[in-house]
């Protein structure tokens, strides 16, 4: 049984795309270092000692709400259809 080349490559390219376990965890971590820059000042203000789980805690809501204000800012779409009495209505 012979594979088709475009699916080797296919197959290839989705293996090349996934990370490594120790890669996501760099990955989270690089993350974790930015969070706790820009958001540890705000939370050592608000009086949350620095280094500890509530301060961490901290952080992490602060870039929650700030990732759910960022999504509300863009207007929703409404798409309509159908014939009168059955419309049907789809929001993204």
Do not use: H
Not at 3 to 17: D, E, N, R, S, Y
Not at 33 to 40: A, E, F, K, Q
């Amino acid at each position: 049984m012979r594979i088709p080349w475009t699916t080797a490559i296919a197959a290839a390219l989705l293996v090349a795309g996934c990370a490594t376990p120790a890669e996501q965890a760099a990955r989270a971590e690089r993350e974790m270092d930015r969070l706790m820059v820009v958001y540890g000042p705000a939370c050592e203000k608000l009086g949350f000692q620095r280094d500890t789980n509530l301060w961490r805690d901290c952080i992490l809501r602060l870039a929650q709400k700030e990732s759910y204000e960022r999504a509300y800012m863009y207007p929703l779409t409404t798409s309509c259809f159908g014939p009168p009495g059955f419309v049907q209505c789809t929001t993204y």
